[in-house]
């Protein structure tokens, strides 16, 4: 991707508004990302808003921190997904976990450990 190419998904992803995501895969479109070291050091500290290959990390957040609230019913599989939508776009990469499940948190008003 040239730097104009990205400045421009940028720019798109600043422009659109959250609130008609629907799906992680949506988000995931709007973040270029590739897994140079897997597993690599400090690589647990860190989220990534896009795909990389079959590993998704907002998969694996929705899953792990948000589904539990969802099945009883604190929050919504839509406050979700526009939650992480927002969240992507708040933070500048590398996103720190952290900092991540902290405006998540304030997000949805629920605890992520």
């Known amino acids: 991707m040239?730097?104009?190419e990205h400045v421009n998904a940028l720019k798109n992803i600043l422009d659109e508004s959250c609130d008609n995501i629907t799906s992680i895969e949506e988000i995931n479109a709007h973040y270029s990302y590739s897994d140079e070291v897997p597993q690599g050091e400090g690589?647990?500290?860190?989220?990534?808003?896009?795909q990389?290959?079959?590993y998704n990390e907002l998969e694996y957040i929705y899953r792990?921190?948000?589904?539990?609230?969802?099945k009883?019913?604190?929050?919504?599989?839509?406050?979700?997904?526009?939650?992480?939508?927002?969240?992507?776009?708040?933070?500048e990469n590398p996103r720190n976990r952290r900092d991540f499940y902290?405006?998540?948190?304030?997000?949805?008003?629920?605890?992520?450990d």
Do not use: H
């Not at 792990?64 to 969802?70: A, E, H, N, W, Y």
């Not at 927002?86 to 933070?91: E, N, P, Q, T």
């Open 72 to 91: 009883i019913g604190r929050i919504t599989k839509e406050e979700a997904i526009i939650a992480l939508c927002k969240v992507c776009r708040d933070l």
């Open 102 to 112: 902290d405006r998540l948190q304030d997000y949805l008003s629920v605890n992520i």
């Open 2 to 4: 040239t730097l104009k």
């Open 52 to 54: 990389s290959e079959n």
């Open 64 to 70: 792990t921190k948000l589904l539990p609230f969802i």
């Open 43 to 50: 690589d647990s500290d860190i989220i990534s808003c896009g």
